[in-house]
């Protein structure tokens, strides 16, 4: 189980140092609680209550299957992402932000490949047939994906969510996640626009401390996540084998039994739809969307009144892919959506 979120912790990590108040970004106020020597001070009840939000749809991403990618290029952020978010097999970027990382990903998944070319002739002897000068090239090309993407080697699709340290900073990562419908969640000091994340951590970004204290809780919530997928994975081998067994308990049972059953079983994760997060999923089950089979039926023109009526934030978004995602994933065409989501960017065609 994730660690409790305590406030004294965090209070000795000094997540609760703000910017200058000359620097701050009045949509923060409600996170500030005063202002000392010049300097806001973050309100770390709310700190607190903010990331125990985002570690539950965190934990539910990772249960999902989805990849959840960090972003941290800032100095005192590079070694702590990369140690603490490796222990959970999620990808992240500490390096320069490649632009069209998201918007462009069928080209950044080539060079991934290219990698990967390189170490299979490494592998079958080709790479030694190569004069001196090209082995040196091949050598500094293989040097410097590795340097910039070799993370994120691993990632074969768009990611489920995007984790950033410092979004002023990270500002391309911002734009690109918001284009293609992906979520956010950051770590927002008082000088960041907490309008454009998804779920904000108000929090200071600047001390390697801080950092360290929330993204301790954020990994935490996400190994529960994979673990619980590992455990359900298990348990659905073992439901399968021991489903021959209670098939006669189950005929015997009343109707009105097996229908309330049934409408209980029947939700569905749809955060697998490209474009859909923690939020959406839940905007739709408000509005009785419950099932790929029910979004599947929606047409884009009543998706956008659901979202319209969720919030000016959600009125943004683009459905018009999401019952044909839908379609394919009532239907059990998982393999199909996959190769489908690959190619389009973000569920945007």
Known sequence: MANKIVVKDLLEAGVHFGHLTRKWNPNMAPYIYMERNGIHVINLYKTAAKLEEANEAL?????????????????????????????????????????????NFVTIRKAVKKMAHIDRMKKDGTFL???????????????????????????????????????????????????????IFAMADTNSDPRLLDYIIPSNDDASKSIEAILTHVTDAIAEGLSERKSEKQSGKEGEEAKVAPKAKKAAEPATEVKAEAKTEAVDDLTKVEGIGPKINEIFQTAGINTFSDLAEKTEEELNVVLTAAGSKFASKNPASWPKQAKMAAEGKWDELKEWQDNVKGGIE
């Open 59 to 103: 934990k539910k991403i990772a249960a999902s299957g989805r990849k959840i990618l960090f972003v941290a290029t800032k100095k005192q952020a590079k070694d702590i992402v990369s140690e603490k978010v490796s222990n959970v097999n999620m990808p992240y970027i500490t390096e320069r932000w490649p632009g069209g990382m998201l918007t």
């Open 129 to 183: 047939t190569l004069s001196k000068k090209e082995r040196l090239q091949v050598d500094r090309l293989r040097a410097k994906l590795e340097k910039n993407l070799g993370s994120i080697s691993e990632m074969t699709r768009l990611p489920g969510a995007l984790f950033i340290v410092d979004t002023m900073r990270e500002h391309i990562a911002v734009k690109e996640a918001i284009k293609l419908n992906i979520p």
